[in-house]
Each structure stands twice: as C-alpha cells, then as structure tokens.
Nanobody
Framework: QVHIVESGGGLVQPGGSLRLSCAVSDIIFSITPMRWYRQAPGKQREWVAGITGGGSANYADAVKGRFTISRDNAKNTVYLQMNSLKPEDTAVYYC??????WGQGISVTVSS
C-alpha cells in the first residue's frame, strides 16, 4: 500500500512563502507522476500542479509564476514551493501519486 505524508503547511501572511513536502513510500517513485491538489472551504478540490517522473512540470493558471513543483527521486519526495501567497490560496493541500493514492492533506492559511 502506498503511503503519502505531506508536511510544511501552516499560517503565513499574504505575500509570504511556504514549501510543502510530500514523502512517498511503497511505490516506484521515479516513474510515478505526482500532483498537488487543493480544496478551499466550501469549494471542490482543484488541481494545482503536476510533475512527471522525468521532471516536466505544469501548473494551474491560478498559481502559474508563483508556485514551483519539484521532485527528488532519491528521497521519494515531491515539493511545492509557494511564493507570493494570497488569501485565496488558503486551502487544504493534497499530494497524489498518479491520482491513485492520496495523502491526508495539509492546511495552508494565508491571512494577516
């Protein structure tokens, strides 16, 4: 069974930065596409960013230019660097392995 654990969330002021980490086990990580999603209060879960095993990344328009997804295949970990955070980025962020396995989610709150 795939295990996924997110970390790095918390409270940050608008304009600030956070880096989320997602540690994955029991999977051939290096070939698995990884994705970040988020779900804001009262809204549906939405895709944020994805990265292939080879490192090709893509982003939702709402975060393009502010967020960067990356991966370290030696550590079985994917990251989401979030800069210039806005209140509308407030959500629970989820890490997914090929949309087949999910982490428990981690809260990010952007507020002054």
């Amino acid at each position: 069974q795939v295990h996924i654990v997110e970390s790095g969330g918390g409270l940050v002021q608008p304009g600030g930065s956070l880096r989320l980490s997602c540690a994955v086990s029991d999977i051939i990580f290096s070939i698995t596409p990884m994705r970040w999603y988020r779900q804001a209060p009262g809204k549906q879960r939405e895709w944020v960013a994805g990265i292939t095993g080879g490192g090709s990344a893509n982003y939702a328009d709402a975060v393009k230019g502010r967020f960067t997804i990356s991966r370290d295949n030696a550590k079985n970990t994917v990251y989401l660097q979030m800069n210039s955070l806005k209140p509308e980025d407030t959500a629970v962020y989820y890490c997914s392995a090929a949309d087949a396995a999910w982490g428990q989610g981690i809260s990010v709150t952007v507020s002054s």
